[in-house]
Nanobody, 114 residues
Framework: VQLVESGGGLVQAGGSLRLSCAASGITFSINGMGWYRQAPGKQRELVARITLSGYISYADSVRGRFTISGDNAKNTVYLQMNSLKPEDTAVYYC?????????WGQGTQVTVSS
């Protein structure tokens, strides 16, 4: 499974960005996809994830501001980020879980200026 992210960039606080992650390769049996982020000096943390059955979960820090969605036909997952804050600055990684194996994208930088 290969994951390619796009949509990161620089935005002012209060602004919005939309991240996309396209999965290719053998995508059959992917159980779920999600987004993680890692800020400098911090551990990678879960932002949001969606399962094949449509169950969605969010980190408390982004609930109400971020929305994850998926397009099964395109094997693509999106992360709509609104009301961005400087503390959202991080490298955002797409993740896919398949048969208990994690796959990761290369990451996309999101920088929120104050």
């Amino acid at each position: 499974v290969q994951l390619v992210e796009s949509g990161g960039g620089l935005v002012q606080a209060g602004g919005s960005l939309r991240l996309s992650c396209a999965a290719s390769g053998i995508t059959f049996s992917i159980n779920g996809m999600g987004w993680y982020r890692q800020a400098p000096g911090k551990q990678r943390e879960l932002v949001a994830r969606i399962t094949l059955s449509g169950y969605i979960s969010y980190a408390d820090s982004v609930r109400g501001r971020f929305t994850i969605s998926g397009d099964n036909a395109k094997n693509t997952v999106y992360l709509q980020m609104n009301s961005l804050k400087p503390e959202d600055t991080a490298v955002y990684y797409c993740n896919a879980l398949k048969q208990n194996v994690d796959y990761w994208g290369q990451g996309t930088q999101v920088t929120v200026s104050s």
